[in-house]
């Protein structure tokens, strides 16, 4: 039925697969201190720990603080994608937008 498959939908969306979660890890593991500092920052600040105007702090904060893998706690998260998101759009950016110019 419709719904027994929007609810498969559901359930393989809320999974990556092993792939696609290595793909993940690995590009977090590549990126500088600075940028995995940001990164984290911006979960941070998507999530409300930290406003825009932090944005700074967050991220001296999150180099101060860095004790396991930035890969290992960001995907930990299980909002992570809604964290991003939000923190994009706390800075005045959109995700939309920026993937967009990322893949032309």
Do not use: C
């Amino acid at each position: 039925t419709p719904r027994d498959e929007a609810e498969a939908d559901t359930i393989l969306e809320a999974r990556p697969s092993d792939a696609t979660e290595a793909e993940l890890r690995s590009y977090i593991a590549d990126l500088n201190s600075d940028e995995q500092a940001s990164l984290v920052a911006l979960a941070w600040i998507g999530r409300d720990t930290f406003s825009a105007d932090d944005l700074d702090e967050a991220i001296e904060t999150a180099k101060a603080e860095a004790s396991t893998p930035t890969e290992e706690y960001l995907l930990g998260m299980p909002l992570l994608s809604d964290y991003l998101t939000a923190g994009l759009e706390a800075l005045g950016l959109d995700a939309d937008d920026l993937i967009d110019e990322h893949l032309k």
